[in-house]
């Protein structure tokens, strides 16, 4: 993916695996009918939980 050529290498697994997660959740929710308010909400929420692990993948870089 074209976003992926800025990343350091080791940014990427965990960077991969939250962007997958976030694809089938959103896929998920809409074919289940739920209104695009609803998805926001939930892609929300799910983002502000990988906030830690990302956040300590990219201070992890920094001290490369």
């Known amino acids: 993916m074209e976003w992926e050529s ?3 290498a080791r940014l ?18 809409q ?7 609803d998805i926001q909400r939930y892609v929300h929420a799910l983002v502000a939980s990988y ?4 956040l300590q993948a990219i ?4 001290d490369i």
Do not use: M
């Not at 906030?51 to 990302?54: G, I, R, Y």
């Open 6 to 8: 800025g990343l350091p």
């Open 12 to 29: 990427l697994p965990v960077v991969r695996e939250h962007y997958q997660n976030l694809i089938e959740l959103s896929q998920a929710l």
């Open 31 to 37: 074919a289940a009918g739920h209104p695009s308010e």
């Open 51 to 54: 906030e830690t692990k990302l």
């Open 59 to 62: 201070e992890a870089e920094k």
